[in-house]
């Protein structure tokens, strides 16, 4: 499986972004996918994640009411839109999928992952 993330870039505060995770390649086993991001100097943390099997949706408490995950089957892609941007938004976004089992929370679960993406948010 491959992941072609999209969507970064440079935002002033308040302001939108909307980031895009293309999967290729024997998406059939994949139930669920995520965004996860890393600050410089932090460990790499859930965002939200996307369960194909009934549009579930998750979110850390920091997104919440801020930022819409989605999903459409017929491109095997997921969608991450973020309003209200916050400074601390400022990170490399990564998109991960998983065909093992556990929670969607759990970086570890997740055996696919794309490139970073760039999110910076100004003041």
């Known amino acids: 499986v491959q992941l072609q993330a999209s969507g970064g870039g440079l935002v002033q505060a308040g302001g939108s972004l909307k980031l895009s995770c293309a999967a290729s390649?024997?998406?059939?086993?994949?139930?669920?996918m995520g965004w996860f991001r890393q600050a410089p100097g932090k460990e790499r943390a859930f965002v939200a994640a996307f369960r194909w099997s009934y549009s579930g949706t998750y979110y850390t408490d920091s997104v919440k009411g801020r930022f819409t995950i989605s999903g459409d089957n017929a491109k095997n892609t997921v969608y991450l839109q973020m309003n209200s941007l916050k400074p601390e938004d400022t990170a490399v976004y990564y998109c991960?999928?998983?065909?093992?089992?556990?929670?969607?929370?759990?970086?570890?679960?997740?055996?696919?992952w794309g490139q970073g993406t760039q999110v910076t948010v100004s003041s």
């Open positions: 390649g024997g998406t059939g086993n994949i139930y669920s």
């Open positions: 991960a999928a998983r065909s093992a089992g556990g929670s969607s929370l759990n970086l570890n679960n997740y055996n696919y």
